[in-house]
T-cell receptor, first 113, second 115 residues
Framework: DTEVTQTPKHLVMGMTNKKSLKCEQHMGHRAMYWYKQKAKKPPELMFV???????INESVPSRFSPECPNSSLLNLHLHALQPEDSALYLC????????????FGEGSWLTVV | AQSVTQPDIHITVSEGASLELRCNYS??????LFWYVQSPGQGLQLLLK??????LVQGIKGFEAEFKRSQSSFNLRKPSVHWSDAAEYFCAVAHSGAGSYQLTFGKGTKLSVIP
């Protein structure tokens, strides 16, 4: 089973709202990722967690705040977003940070109004 | 620095025709290479991967890819395309750095299939 589950699938939020995107995997993977994908573009890496510690933050604005409560869960907390943050947010996981396949979820479509 | 080039932005083929999507990479060490497919409104599905060994790798949905080190290429092929193959295809190279492991994607090739 190579499943990464993301909720919600669609989210519409105002610029003053606080919301969260959630990601879960039960494959025993110890590395988890957040990617952002704009229309007609490839995914862009935002954050990497390795063994529940943040190992990469690709200069993402502080209005995006990741959290890894345990090895199976990854959250992305959203606050004071801008309309240009509207995109598909993809969660992914891999066994560890040492040369394995990275598996993606179906994504969460975010619209900021 | 590592990079991936997919020279074709959009390819149109007839159903039943053969397909080849091109991918070239730039990476100093032995690359870990992937092809992912993304249908409209969906996430990325892994088609196949190359880590080492046999340079011709088989994937799901009848796809295969060949790793050619001398040409720094990892082209995706399918002998007979089905209408359901219409999607966006991304080639990616995995690499380690800064204590972590991540993917660098090409810009993608959109495949359209004519019935």
């Amino acid at each position: 089973d190579t499943e990464v589950t993301q909720t919600p699938k669609h989210l519409v939020m105002g610029m003053t709202n606080k919301k969260s995107l959630k990601c879960e995997q039960h494959m025993g993977h110890r590395a988890m990722y957040w990617y952002k994908q704009k229309a007609k573009k490839p995914p862009e890496l935002m954050f990497v967690y390795s063994y529940e510690k943040l190992s990469i933050n690709e200069s993402v604005p502080s209005r995006f705040s990741p959290e890894c409560p345990n090895s199976s869960l990854l959250n992305l907390h959203l606050h004071a977003l801008q309309p240009e943050d509207s995109a598909l947010y993809l969660c992914a996981s891999s066994q560890d940070s040492n040369g394995n396949t990275i598996y993606f979820g179906e994504g969460s479509w975010l619209t900021v109004v | 620095a590592q990079s991936v080039t997919q020279p074709d932005i959009h390819i149109t083929v007839s159903e039943g025709a053969s397909l080849e999507l091109r991918c070239n990479y730039s990476y100093g060490a032995t690359p870990y290479l992937f092809w992912y497919v993304q249908s409209p409104g969906q996430g990325l599905q892994l088609l196949l991967k190359y880590f080492s060994g046999d340079t011709l790798v088989q994937g799901i949905k009848g796809f295969e890819a060949e790793f050619k080190r001398s040409q720094s290429s990892f082209n995706l092929r399918k002998p007979s395309v089905h209408w359901s193959d219409a999607a966006e295809y991304f080639c990616a190279v995995a690499h380690s750095g800064a204590g972590s492991y991540q993917l660098t994607f090409g810009k993608g090739t959109k495949l359209s299939v004519i019935p």
